[in-house]
């Protein structure tokens, strides 16, 4: 059987390159796909310059070089200060700690604060929206929290939609990743599959991990195996 190994796809949500702290305004959030390195910054708009892009990447070497090069760089200063920041022990600290989070990082501080991000955290953040909200004598500072905090609070909860999404879509196709490569007869499996509905992009996104996983470690046997059974089930999901 080809050896398994279980990876992270899905969609998400991208933010602008600040902190929301220092935002004006709060910002529209949109569904581009997972970036939890958030290397790629702002998604960049326009068709057309996006292919150009991409063409120079394939046909110039310096330039895909560089571009490697650059997305290496900027993992490691992102490693490198995420590690350096102090996670808060308490729900008011953990606020500030989202408040002053890089938007680029707010998919990464999701995924590894998820469990943190419950009704509690919620609860006292719309508290303390209330609280300014109904005040009697307010101020621009006061003002402004309450632009921060509505940011954060609309920041999160796509943000965890999406993540929690991402992890129910994980689990099946891992469920189904196995059922496939253990099956004794892959097609009618495949069948089934399609019948129930369990073919997708993140069982595609899988078994393209796996594959690239069983290339690097030299198995050749099960890498042409799963490039088969991806065949398959592309066939199969824009059939």
Not at 53 to 77: C, G, I, P, S, T
Not at 87 to 107: H, K, M, R, S
Not at 232 to 239: D, E, R
Request: charged share 35%.
């Amino acid at each position: 059987m080809a050896a398994l190994s279980f990876g992270f796809t899905a969609t998400t949500i991208h933010l602008p390159s600040t902190s929301i702290r220092s935002r004006p305004i709060p910002q529209t959030i949109t569904c581009i796909g997972w970036d939890p390195e958030g290397l790629f910054g702002k998604p960049q708009t326009g068709h057309i310059a996006r292919n150009e892009f991409k063409r120079r990447l394939e046909k110039d070497a310096e330039a895909r070089e560089a571009f490697e090069r650059h997305v290496r760089e900027e993992k490691e200063r992102r490693k490198a200060l995420r590690e350096s920041r102090v996670i808060p022990d308490n729900v008011t600290g953990l606020i500030e700690y989202f408040l002053d989070t890089e938007a680029q990082d707010i998919e990464f501080e999701i995924a590894r604060l998820r469990p943190r991000l419950n009704e509690e955290f919620f609860s006292h953040v719309k508290l303390e929206l209330g609280e300014l909200r109904f005040a009697v004598n307010k101020t621009e500072a006061m003002e402004d929290r309450v632009i921060e905090l509505e940011a954060l609070q609309k920041a999160l909860e796509e943000g965890i939609e999406a993540y929690d999404k991402m992890q129910r879509e994980l689990v099946k196709a891992r469920e189904g990743l196995t059922k496939i490569l253990t099956s004794k007869d892959v097609k009618a499996t495949l069948l089934d599959m399609v019948e129930r509905n369990e073919l997708n992009r993140s069982l595609l996104a899988l078994l393209d991990e796996n594959i690239a996983n069983a290339q690097m470690g030299n198995q050749k046997q099960a890498a042409a195996f799963m490039e088969k059974v991806r065949g398959a089930v592309l066939k199969y999901i824009t059939a």
